[in-house]
């Protein structure tokens, strides 16, 4: 028995050292450079799946190995672990650093719910649009962080509104009763047995066990409150879900949206440099589609299966219920804290409008971008040009004056802090997923010179014979599958070295397959440690693991479905899908001997 706690308390050491000498016969048996880069490939797979060390240790990982079994020189893996992505990350950051500081996000969150109204399901609708907003431009964590605490603070107050309701028609009730109107005594005792029922058991009733059992089995698991009815249970769950699925669906519009898609295009254009055709605003074209797609059906999934679907939920009338009203009060009175918009606030927001307008029209594709004021330099003004250039203006406007009190009694001012500083810049930097990144662009270089990824996409070549379609969908289930257990960096690194041969070995447009997977990698809707939207939304008490298995799953299903419908109309016109491109390696006359 001691000996299991010890193996339970010293688990994941013991995992790491099982991994390592189970598969150490692979290089030394076959001793090839694709064999060893092979047996690098499932360690560091295994590290990440299973988080037996961190994410970013197990990054450094192919820094350690690869000089080791000869595969590359420690220089040249080192180079690895900064690229553009980084440069456009830090812009990035930077941004996100100056919307949250000054609260920016959270007036823009509480504007577009006062726009869509207090009903219900437009209520749950502008929270989904709000949250799915931020989550473009901030990271999904930080934006589920900020919208729950509002989307609680309302649901309590629709809770409280409702039974303040239902007292006032008691009490209308008993008055009436009480002064002799001329009303059916038979029917008052009906309804205001039904009220009372509704809001706590009636003492010597023959339902009071029933009533409390009912009760006592609906419970927050953090606060340990008992709702007031299986409604109320049921509104806090949609309400939570929703914010959790809109900050991961957001994230899928922009390329700066989510770590996967930073990942895929730094993977994508490092693999394929003589492919110009994926950037911010093509990216957007594709993708901002899909995401509303799938936050609509999402949207009303949600609706249907905790409050059911009813035409009546989109009534726009202007009358009000008590709890619609309160509704609203809460969200004017959270929107009146923040005072009138600040000169940092209008600032930040002027340099968001600006860096999103020329992100998409550096290359937009269907005019000429401003990229080409620089066509002697073709491919050296990015993304992440872009991003630096907000990003140092964020360290140079001034935010508010430094001042002190000289010998005199004179307050005078002699310096100023900038919009955010590098201390505040530091504490938001994501330096794990930075190191995460570097280890992908690091494996994915060693499964290259190695001659790892020739292997795979020979030998997944007659996967060639099956349709197109179906390979698609395939590729997409496993992703989907696969990114509820494991990170969703990760996934994308560990998939990628293997997605890019296939399509190669099979002659299809390396997009088509990769582009799909890449959505893919987001839809992480099944448990709450599928990612950190999920976890945060859990944290709150109202779900358990069976309320978001049951809803994320049908979200997962809806979520393939638009990327498959995708893929086949408005996208593959866009990146010309239906040919294999000239800047795709002509992986045929690769092989041949």
Not at 40 to 50: D, K, P, Q, R, S
Not at 208 to 217: A, D, I, Q, W
Not at 555 to 572: P, Q
Request: proline share 5%; charged share 15%.
């Amino acid at each position: 028995m001691n000996l299991l706690n010890y193996a339970l308390v010293y688990r994941r050491f013991l995992l790491v050292v099982f991994t390592v000498l189970v598969f150490l016969p692979l290089p030394l048996i076959i001793r090839t450079k694709e064999a060893q880069c092979a047996y690098i490939l499932f360690v560091i797979a295994i590290f990440w799946i299973t988080e037996a060390l961190p994410l970013s240790i197990t990054a450094l990982l192919p820094g350690l190995m690869f000089p080791m079994f000869g595969i590359m020189r420690s220089s040249h893996v080192a180079s690895a672990y900064f690229k553009d992505f980084h440069l456009l990350l830090i812009g990035v950051i930077c941004l996100a650093t100056s919307i949250e500081k000054w609260n920016l996000h959270k007036r823009i969150a509480l504007r577009m719910v006062m726009m869509v109204g207090v009903n219900p399901a437009w209520l749950t609708l502008g929270f989904m649009s709000s949250t799915a907003f931020l989550s473009m431009w901030l990271s999904n964590t930080s934006t589920a962080a900020m919208v729950m605490p509002i989307v609680e603070a309302v649901a309590q107050q629709i809770i409280s509104a409702e039974a303040e309701a239902e007292a006032t028609q008691m009490t209308y009730f008993n008055e009436s009763a009480a002064h002799g109107l001329d009303i059916d005594e038979t029917v008052i005792g009906q309804e205001t047995n039904e009220k009372k029922e509704k809001t706590k058991p009636a003492s010597g009733s023959h339902d009071k066990g029933k009533v409390s059992r009912k009760m006592e089995t609906e419970k927050n698991a953090v606060t340990g409150a008992k709702y007031r009815s299986r409604k109320d249970h049921m509104m806090c769950k949609l309400m939570c879900l929703s914010v959790a699925y809109s900050s991961t669906i957001g994230g899928l519009t922009t390329i700066t949206g989510t770590s996967t898609n930073l990942i895929f295009s730094e993977h994508f254009n490092t693999r394929y440099p003589n492919c110009r055709c994926l950037n911010f605003g093509s990216w957007f074209l594709f993708s901002f589609p899909v995401a509303l797609i799938l936050l609509l059906l999402s949207w009303i999934w949600l609706q249907w299966l905790y409050l059911g679907f009813d035409f009546k939920m989109f009534k726009c009338g202007k009358t009000k219920t008590l709890k619609e009203k309160a509704c609203a009060e809460v969200i004017k009175q959270e929107y009146e804290k923040l005072g009138p918009m600040r000169y940092q606030e209008i600032v930040t927001l002027v340099i968001f409008i600006v860096m999103a307008l020329l992100w998409f029209s550096r290359d937009p594709g269907f005019v000429t971008g401003w990229s080409v004021l620089f066509s002697e330099y073709p491919g050296y003004v990015t993304d992440s040009t872009v991003a630096l250039v907000a990003g140092i203006l964020f360290f140079l406007i001034p935010a508010k004056k430094v001042t002190k009190m000289t010998s005199a009694g004179e307050i005078i001012a002699f310096d100023y802090t900038p919009l955010i500083t590098w201390k505040e810049f530091q504490s938001f930097m994501p330096w794990d997923i930075a190191i995460l990144v570097g280890g992908g662009f690091a494996l994915a270089d060693g499964c290259q010179v190695s001659g790892l990824s020739n292997w795979i996409g020979n030998k997944l070549s007659p996967l060639g014979s099956l349709p197109v379609w179906l390979i698609i969908l395939i590729s997409s289930l496993i992703v989907t599958s696969l990114t509820e257990v494991a990170s969703n960096p990760a996934t994308i690194t560990i998939l990628f070295p293997i997605l890019s041969p296939l399509a190669e070995a099979i002659q299809v447009n390396p997009l088509q397959i990769l582009l799909p997977s890449t959505l893919c990698t987001s839809f992480a809707f099944l448990l709450p440690v599928a990612n950190p939207p999920n976890a945060i939304v859990f944290s709150y008490g109202h779900l358990k693991v069976i309320d978001m298995v049951k809803a994320g799953l049908g979200v997962n299903i809806l979520g393939v479905a638009v990327v498959m419908l995708g893929m086949f109309t408005w996208i593959e016109p866009m990146f010309n899908l239906h040919e294999y491109p000239s800047w795709a390696p002509d992986f045929v006359n690769q092989t041949m001997p």
